[in-house]
Structures are given as structure tokens and as C-alpha cells.
């Protein structure tokens, strides 16, 4: 049975069940079985191309779509609506979007959709009377279900092409691996163009029939409300969102004690956040990892197992090995290129031959670019990004570690480091913090603090107060927005 049947026979045969609640309103089995139908003739008589844009908030009416698009045998293209018009645009065109599910607060902040391309309005819908029926749609493993534009650190955006055997295999890894049924319920505040808000907060919960809770704007207060309401089995979020809620004044243990799982994963878990949990919360947060061109969980590092400052082993039907520049697999407790090789691995980027076959080498390995190091017992640990390593008078030096410093100072929130260019050493460090709300802190009390842990070219050269650090959709810090012109005319 392939993914949309999956998920409509869910809601079909529990049509009371409530399925999700977001921010609007309840979504029983029945009322998202009828509103994707309804949609899907919505699209099909607005739309000839085989892909079809999502541009909706997180909520039941997003999940509603993308079961539509899939109803008519065609992909979704859930578009981030916080990308500049500019970069949005780009999506369109390269997509080859001739129509755009969305909603108003969508359409005022973005305007006129570019010339050609049509939009349906939710709000606007009727979706009265007997749902139509869609039959006889090709709905095979190899049917690329969804395209996400993901941003690299240079470039314009790039389109992972997911299969539905690709999001198949992933909920199935996921499942497996921490056992998860349709008596879990998830709380959910990461938008759903992002591959972790597609995949293992929105399809999974679908197709598994479990409860899924959606807000569409982070906010910790609201998280906390939801986990007092709703007593969620799983949340799962980036480090700055878990940094947000630790300093939330009303934050208590209980508002956590009915979580299975809390699963930090999207950049590195800061030492701070972590102890901070288990000091007031009474909780213990484990990482995991993926990317979305893995469709996207690939490690996860299961309670039973924690270790700090590790992503966990491979869940089962992901294969990975670590290799050096020539491609040599290395063995444990040395640095190398983290490489996959799983059903979950992308079909491929969309109209780019070229930067797949850079991606997808001999035997079907996909080149992470992350720099990773295994142990005797197999847990993971990643060590940096291979762009992102800087080398400082001949010595390899990656961001994190030095990251991981400041964000122990206990007035710092978030900590980014890039390399700028030096005469003398090639390159050196050029560090950027992120107030806790309320706390201040010299540039030079920081740099002290650094050198006694850090080794002395370690120490970043400058560095800068900034009010807020750039951050992509979910609260990630974008290191690639950053430069030596940053912060200037500001603290330093």
C-alpha cells in the first residue's frame, strides 16, 4: 500500500478521531479525508503541472494538501515563506509552479504571485457537498512525492527530490527504531517546508495515525501550554529552540514529564542547553541527525543510550561508513566524511545532474560533507562541516568546538564562528555571540574565557556582540550570513 493510501485509510476508518490541532482549530479523520479531496479537484482544475506549490502556515490545512497533491498523482512543493521575494520567486520558476495553494496572511506578505501563476485560496473555498473521488492515479515507490528547496552555504536554493518510497522507508527507519504508534502524540512547532516538519512531524503521524499538535509560530510559552494540555509522547526541535524554552520563567518539570522523547537535531546541542535540562527539568535530551537529502533521520540517539556529544548509531536500514580525502574507509576514532546509503537516500536534486552526481557517488554513498568520527561501539559523533573548517597556521580547527566554548559563558545564547583571512597564520578565528535576554558581556571577558579552555590559536581574534545572530526557519544559526563586515559600528 503506498503512502496517500496509507494516510487516507487512517482517517477513513477513524473518522472521529482528532487527528491534528493547530492553531485554528481541531482536523478529525473525516473532515482531513474530505478537505484533501475537495482540494485536489480545487487543483486539478486550476493546474496543468505535474508540481504544485504549498505556501501554508503549519497546521491540518498543510497536511490536507500535500494528501491532495498526492491524490492526483503529482508532487508537492512546499515553499518557505520566509525566503526573500526575490529567492521565493526563484522556487517558482525553477519548480515550474503554475499554481499556488495558500492562504491570505501567506499573500500579504509576499504580494502578487509571479505572472502566470495562480493561486487557491483556502479561505476562499467552499468545500461543500460529497467529496469527489480520485482513482486509478500511478502511485509507485518511484514517484517523487515531494521537492524541498534546501539553501547551501553558497549558491541558490536546491530542489531534494524525495520519493514516496523515500518518505516510506524513513517513517519505517524512524518507527523501528524508537517504536513509535498511533497512541503517541506529537507537539510540533518546526514549519513543514522544513524536511523534519515534512517528514517525521507531518507524514509520519499520518501515516501511523497518531495525534500530531501544530503551532505555527514558535513561541516557548505556547510550546509549554500545548505540553500541559495535550501530555505529548515526542518533541522534537533545533537547540535554539530547546535554549528558548530553558529560559522561559514558567517552565517547570512537569510541563516535560510526559515526553518519551526529546530529540534535539538541525546543529550541534550546546553543553549549556543540555546540563540545563537535566538541572532544572529534570530531563535528558538526546541528539539526533539528517539532512534532507536523507528524507531526513538517519541517526537518532535513543534514551537507553545517550551519550553525550553523539548523534547515536545508524538506525537500521541506514548504512554508513567514514573516509578520507581518497575515499579509504577509516576506523574507529578518526575524523573522515560522513557518507549514507539507505532507501531513504534522495532520488536526486531537481534539474541539476551535475550537483547529484557530486552528491551520489559509486554504490549509491551520499557525500554529507560533514566531518564525523565513529567509536568502538559504533556511536556517532559529528565534528563539523568540511566547508566550514577553518585551518589556523596549518592546524584543521572546526567552528563547533569553539562555539561550544562561548555558549558555556552563562550571559551568552548563541555563539557563531567563521574563519576571515590573516596574513600571518592564512586564516584565523572571528567569533559572534547572542545575548541571554537581559545579560551583557565584554567582548574581552569572553576571549579570557576562551583561552582557558581553548587551545591559544583556537582563541578567536575579535569578537562581536551582535543583537541577534542571523537565523534561517527554525531558529538555526546561518554561519554562511556572516562576515568580516559583520557587526561593525556595533560592540566587538
Known amino acids: 500500500m503506498r503512502l496517500v493510501e496509507l494516510i487516507m485509510r487512517n482517517w477513513i476508518r477513524h473518522p472521529l478521531h482528532v487527528a491534528v490541532i493547530d492553531d485554528r482549530r481541531s482536523w478529525r479523520g473525516i473532515t482531513l479525508w474530505a478537505a484533501s479531496r475537495h482540494i485536489a479537484r480545487a487543483i486539478e482544475q486550476a493546474s496543468g503541472s505535474p508540481r504544485v506549490g504549498v505556501m501554508l502556515p503549519t497546521s491540518g490545512a498543510t497536511m490536507a494538501t500535500f494528501a491532495a497533491t498526492w491524490l492526483l498523482g503529482r508532487t508537492c512543493v512546499p515553499l518557505n515563506y520566509l ?20 492562504a491570505g496572511p501567506m499573500l500579504e506578505r509576499f504580494g502578487d504571485m509571479p505572472k502566470g501563476v495562480k493561486t487557491i485560496r483556502l479561505e476562499d473555498q467552499a468545500f461543500r457537498g460529497v467529496p469527489p473521488l480520485f482513482r486509478g492515479q500511478k502511485r509507485r515507490d518511484d514517484h517523487v512525492a515531494v521537492i524541498l528547496y534546501t539553501s547551501g552555504t553558497s549558491g541558490k536554493p536546491k530542489g531534494v527530490m524525495l520519493t514516496t518510497g523515500n518518505l516510506l522507508a524513513n517513517v519505517r527507519q524512524v518507527c523501528n527504531w524508537v517504536n513509535f504508534t498511533h497512541k503517541d502524540c506529537f507537539v510540533s512547532a518546526l514549519p513543514q517546508f522544513h524536511s523534519f516538519g515534512f517528514t517525521v512531524m507531518t507524514v509520519l503521524p499520518a501515516v501511523i495515525g497518531c495525534r500530531a499538535i501544530y503551532t505555527a509560530r514558535f513561541s516557548p510559552q505556547r510550546v509549554l501550554e500545548l505540553m500541559q494540555e495535550h501530555r505529548p509522547t515526542a518533541f522534537m526541535a533545533i537547540p535554539s529552540m530547546y535554549a528558548a524554552l530553558l529560559h522561559a520563567k514558567s517552565g517547570t518539570p512537569d510541563h516535560f514529564s510526559s515526553l518519551r522523547f526529546m530529540v534535539s ?22 541528539e539526533g541527525f539528517g539532512m534532507t537529502e536523507t528524507s531526513p533521520v538517519t541517526h537518532w540517539c535513543r534514551p537507553h543510550e545517550e551519550r553525550r ?47 547529484t552526481d557530486k552528491a551520489i557517488i559509486e554504490g549509491g554513498w551520499l557525500r554529507t560533507g560533514d566531518m564525523a568520527r565513529q567509536d568502538a561501539q559504533g556511536f556517532t559523533s559529528i565534528t563539523g562541516r568540511i566547508k566550514e573548517m577553518l585551518i589556523i597556521g596549518g592546524e584543521n580547527v572546526f567552528p563547533r568546538e569553539i562555539e561550544e566554548v562561548l555558549v558555556r559563558h552563562p550571559a551568552v545564547s548563541m555563539a557563531a564562528v567563521i574563519g576571515v583571512a590573516d596574513p600571518s597564520r592564512g586564516e584565523v578565528a572571528l567569533g559572534f555571540v547572542e545575548c541571554v535576554p537581559g545579560e551583557t558581556v565584554e567582548p574581552s571577558v569572553l576571549r ?39 557587526g561593525l559600528g556595533g560592540t566587538s
Open 309 to 355: 556529544g553523539s548523534i547515536g548509531m545508524p538506525m537500521d536500514g541506514v548504512e554508513q561508513r567514514i573516509v578520507d580525502g581518497d575515499g579509504n574507509a577509516l576506523g574507529p576514532d578518526t575524523d573522515g566524511e560522513l557518507q549514507l546509503r539507505g532507501d531513504n537516500i534522495m532520488a536526486g536534486y531537481f534539474r541539476d545532474q551535475e550537483s
Open 265 to 286: 537535531g538541525g546543529e550541534p546541542l550546546p553543553d549549556a542547553v543540555y546540563d540545563g535540562y537535566q538541572d532544572r527539568y529534570e530531563v535528558t535530551l538526546c
Open 83 to 102: 525566503l526573500a521575494r526575490e529567492e521565493l520567486e526563484y522556487v517558482i520558476e525553477h519548480a515550474g509552479l503554475d499554481v499556488v495553494v495558500t
Open 448 to 486: 579570557t574565557f576562551c583561552r582557558e579552555a581553548l587551545a591559544g590559536y583556537k582563541v578567536p581574534r575579535e569578537i562581536r556582540i551582535l543583537d541577534s545572530l542571523p537565523k534561517g526557519p527554525t531558529g538555526k544559526v546561518l554561519r554562511r550570513s556572516l562576515s568580516a563586515d559583520s
